[in-house]
């Protein structure tokens, strides 16, 4: 954690190779998230290299004791992938857009369909999922706070993550890929 802050200090002045050490940390993170809202890879690496060429000037508005990094990070790349999204779509004069109750409904119905699948999760999964995804910890930190091996972690993210798309699908909440 003290290499990510030190590097995004640096990258914030400009540093190429601290802007180098964050994305080699996080690019694959990025472009899996974008590429599960954008569901184009090609798009997806565009949106990748465009969220990391304007880090440096992002980085303005990141404060290291708010947010974790990777945490404000994938939401700078979510704002770019909607935006995307957006600029592609075509609206129909006659499509009246949802409501805010209706928008909020949704995200908290989405929500509670994530809960849900976080606890169908035995123990050990979910412990990995929230210190992995949410508390922004590598596979050596989560490794070391379980007591177990890398090997055992990369395990048992891996059957949650199966875990969860099954489960989010059932609720029909999953992304999916089209085929190219």
Do not use: K
């Not at 994938?74 to 009246?96: F, G, I, K």
């Amino acid at each position: 954690m003290a290499l990510v802050a030190a590097a995004t200090e640096r990258a914030r002045d400009g540093d190429e190779d601290a802007l180098r050490l964050l994305y080699l940390l996080y690019a694959d993170n990025v472009f899996g998230f974008v590429l599960a809202i954008v569901h184009d890879e090609h798009d997806a690496e565009d949106l990748t290299s465009e969220v990391f060429a304007r880090l440096p000037r992002a980085l303005s508005h990141y404060r290291t004791s708010a947010t974790p990094f990777v945490a404000w990070l994938l939401r700078v790349a979510r704002n770019a992938a909607l935006d995307h999204l957006r600029a592609q779509r075509s609206v129909p004069l006659a499509e009246v857009p949802a409501t805010a109750s209706e928008t909020e409904w949704h995200a908290h119905e989405r929500l509670d369909d994530l809960r849900a699948a976080l606890e169908a999760l035995p123990a050990d999964q979910r412990q990995v999922m929230v210190l992995r995804l949410i508390a922004g910890l590598t596979p050596g930190e989560v490794a070391e706070r379980l007591g177990r091996s890398v090997d055992a972690v990369h395990a048992l993210q891996h059957r949650a993550r199966r875990r969860l798309r099954e489960e989010l699908t059932q609720a029909g909440w999953a992304p999916t890929a089209n085929a190219a």
